[in-house]
Nanobody
Framework: QVQLVESGGGLVQPGGSLRLSCAAS????????MGWYRQAPGKQRELVAT???????NTADSVKGRFTISRDNAKNTVYLQMNSLKPEDTAVYYC??????????????WGQGTQVTVSS
């Protein structure tokens, strides 16, 4: 069994910063791509950023230059540093990972989500 546990969400003023973390645990052989997605009220879930096992990244245009994704392979953890936050960044942020388990099966996992609210 594999779990993704997110942390770091909260309430922040416009222009502020937050750092999200997502740690994978369980019966893991290796982790391939990891990423962050978000879903605002009444909207579809959208990609924020992804990072491969070799740390190649892809970032949505809406957050490029403000958000940075990174990972620590030794800790099975992915991070999202969010700077210059705007009210439109308010959403539930979800961690995603493609993980090969000890049974050699490759599966897609999601975290439970963490709320980010940008408001004065």
């Amino acid at each position: 069994q594999v779990q993704l546990v997110e942390s770091g969400g909260g309430l922040v003023q416009p222009g502020g910063s937050l750092r999200l973390s997502c740690a994978a645990s369980g019966s893991i052989f290796n982790i391939r791509a990891m990423g962050w997605y978000r879903q605002a009220p009444g909207k579809q879930r959208e990609l924020v950023a992804t990072i491969t096992s070799s740390s190649s990244t892809n970032t949505a245009d809406s957050v490029k230059g403000r958000f940075t994704i990174s990972r620590d392979n030794a800790k099975n953890t992915v991070y999202l540093q969010m700077n210059s936050l705007k009210p439109e960044d308010t959403a539930v942020y979800y961690c995603n990972a493609a993980i090969r388990g000890l049974d050699w099966a490759l599966r897609d996992y999601w975290g439970q989500g963490t709320q980010v609210t940008v408001s004065s």
